[in-house]
């Protein structure tokens, strides 16, 4: 079992910024892709962010220039940095990691969610 436990949440005014972090721990052998989704009130949830095999990035239209996610290989730790924000980033972020555990079985593991909101 893949855990997931997310921070760096909060309410933020219109241009600043926040970093998100998402600690995995637990019986994990590798990590494949590690990706920040986000849900808004009455939509459905969408990709924000995603890093495949430690070096690949891949970002919606909607943060490109804005968002920059990151990873920390030895604390199998992934970040959001979001600079810029706008109130259409309000929105529950959730992470998501994807990898093996230590007897080869995939994984597709999701943290508990932490709020974003962006307001003046």
């Known amino acids: 079992q893949v855990q997931l436990v997310e921070s760096g949440g909060g309410l933020v005014q219109p241009g600043g910024s926040l970093r998100l972090s998402c600690a995995a721990s637990?019986?994990?052998?590798?990590?494949?892709?590690m990706g920040w989704y986000r849900q808004a009130p009455g939509k459905q949830r969408e990709l924000v962010a995603v890093i495949i095999s430690g070096a690949i990035t891949n970002y919606a239209d909607s943060v490109k220039g804005r968002f920059t996610i990151s990873r920390d290989n030895a604390k199998n730790t992934v970040y959001l940095q979001m600079n810029s924000l706008k109130p259409e980033d309000t929105a529950v972020y959730y992470c998501?990691?994807?990898?093996?555990?230590?007897?080869?079985?995939?994984?597709?593991?999701w943290g508990q969610g932490t709020q974003v909101t962006v307001s003046s």
């Open positions: 998501n990691l994807r990898g093996s555990d230590l007897w080869r079985r995939e994984y597709n593991s």
């Open positions: 637990g019986n994990i052998f590798s990590i494949n892709t």
